[in-house]
């Protein structure tokens, strides 16, 4: 799917929510909320439902909060445009109170839609009713800053979730406003432990999406390529991250063995002829004389590959 495709399919789900009457949530609505962002993006967050701003604007996040997720977003590097901002409701629950069961079950396959076309490799997840979705079980205050798998089923077919509080909830609780800029900040190395997550489980099979463009992601990212590793070599290089790739090396097939020479009897063996040591030393002299030590190529110092997420 080209981005265009990816645009044109978001612009058509959220054309859909717009004329949504599926739950009682339509009825108070001034405007629903589909979600915005870059169509590209390799990361999406997902927070509760729209608040008053959010409805009068129909824009998520866009309210106190919205101003807050934007910084954090900005703190480490990237801008809001970069990635894909939702909801699991996609109308603003009267009074903000929390949306009911029937009403996330109601909307949900929008977002399920949604991700089906972002393919996102990381889903933040803003708030507990977005935890609940793709972190069955878990609760904030234990998870927050950490992931875990996302059940495809959900939309996102390959994707990891990293558990956040919701920006409201630092509003509430001002402590909270430095544990989510703490948690925020471990954001780009998750998406970078989801993308090698992905690359490490791809296989020959087509890419059902069809997505072949790199997607984008974060900012002033820095990795440094682990030095070169002597075919000879049996150890691995030290600091090579760690991935999933140790059972793909673990299932390799075993090395056929390699048949012993047959041994043939020698024919006999002319001497060589003895050289002068003094013969030798002038040869190698008047070589080293030949030679221009500046013309001697040598290797580099190892580069460091500045990979720059967005
Ligand atoms: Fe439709 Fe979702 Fe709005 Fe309910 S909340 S009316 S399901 S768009």
Request: proline content about 11%; aromatic content about 4%.
């Amino acid at each position: 799917m080209t981005s265009t495709e990816r645009t044109t399919a978001l612009e058509s789900i959220a054309a859909e929510v717009r004329s949504c009457t599926r739950c009682r949530l339509s009825t108070g609505r001034t405007h629903a909320v589909p979600g915005e962002g870059s169509p590209d993006t390799e990361v999406v967050f997902v927070g509760e439902g729209p608040g008053q701003n959010e409805d009068q604007q129909g824009r998520p996040f866009v309210g106190a909060a919205g101003g807050l997720l934007t910084e954090l977003i900005g703190s480490i590097g990237w801008q809001r445009d970069q990635v894909f901002i939702t909801n699991v409701v996609k109308c603003r629950p009267p009074g903000n109170r929390d949306p009911e069961t029937d009403e996330m079950a109601a909307c949900a396959p929008f977002l399920r839609r949604q991700l089906e076309v972002l393919d996102p490799a990381l889903v933040v997840t803003l708030g507990r009713y977005s935890l609940g979705t793709f972190m069955p079980g878990a609760r904030i205050g234990q998870v927050h800053g950490q992931t875990r798998a996302v059940d495809p089923t959900t939309g996102a077919r390959d994707a990891i979730a990293f558990a956040m509080y919701h920006p409201a909830a630092a509003f509430r609780q001002l402590s909270l406003k430095e544990t989510m800029r703490e948690d925020m900040t471990r954001i780009p190395d998750a998406l970078i432990g989801a993308r090698q997550g992905r690359d490490s489980r791809a296989t020959t099979e087509p890419d059902p999406i069809g997505r072949t463009e790199p997607a984008v992601a974060a900012e002033a990212i820095t990795t440094v390529e682990p030095p070169a590793v002597p075919q000879t070599a049996s150890v691995e290089p030290a600091g090579a991250p760690d991935t999933d790739l140790a059972p793909a090396f673990a299932a390799a097939p075993d090395v056929e063995p390699v048949p012993e020479p047959t041994l043939m009897p020698a024919d006999p063996v002319e001497p060589e002829p003895i050289v002068p040591a003094d013969s030798l030393a002038d040869d190698l002299t008047e070589v080293l004389a030949s030679v221009d030590m500046h013309a001697i190529p040598h290797e580099p110092p190892p580069e460091t590959d500045q990979m720059r997420l967005f």
